[in-house]
């Protein structure tokens, strides 16, 4: 029966290195996943500030039009104040004059604000742009080791299943049903290691009697609180 019992064990640790496996091929998408996120998130990050500044340099350039519009209404008004007849129509032209020399300076304000805010965002843009380069190659490295490791494990497994079909056709039929129908039971685990007089799969005590004859016999013991194959390997 000692042949059994290490034929259990060795079928549990492929079945573990499978199970292993198997997860690890689920993480690794979304682990490549969330690296692509990264890289677009740090894109769109750049991009929005490059748009940033060229939004904010059209509005610049909108508010110069318009003081060269009320400049060229200035000498208009100017042109005009030498022609007018009546005293009421020179104060109105004045006061339109002095309303279009208001409006240029306040403009001429925004324009002065507009230049820091895009010196600004330009410094941060020349910052962002060298780390940018540098995150993306490191994120493209990332996701390429990713790939491959992914690759690799795909072949593991397949090797691992292979080899677990060769080995099930050296394990008792009888055995190998009731080994999988523990292991689907009890989350992949079939086969637990006594230690002391505990089940380290369940946890719990075994009774003194089958630890008793666990110990002496090499038969193959089953724990009566959680059905699990028990093997005692001694000190």
Known sequence: MEGDIDKLLKLQEIDSQIDNL??????IPEEINNLEKEKEELIFKFDKLRNDIRH?????????????????KILKIQSSLEKVKTNEEYKALLREKAHAEETIMELEDEILNLMEEIEKLKEEEKKLKDKVG???????????????????????LDQLLKEREEYIKTVKPSLFSKYEMVRRKRGG???????????????????????????????????????????????
Do not use: W
């Open 134 to 156: 540098e995150k993306r190659k490191d994120i493209e490295k990332a996701i390429e080791l990713k790939k491959a490791e992914l690759e690799k494990t795909k072949e593991k």
């Open 189 to 235: 685990k079939a086969v637990a290691i006594v230690d002391s007089n505990t089940c380290t799969g369940c946890f719990m005590i075994i009774p003194p009697k089958v630890y008793s004859e666990l110990v002496k016999s090499k038969k193959l013991f089953t724990c009566p609180h959680c059905s699990r194959f028990l093997i005692y390997q001694g000190d």
């Open 56 to 72: 904010l340099e059209a509005l610049k350039k909108e508010k110069e039009l318009d003081i060269q519009t009320y400049e060229d």
């Open 22 to 27: 198997k997860k690890l091929i689920e993480t």
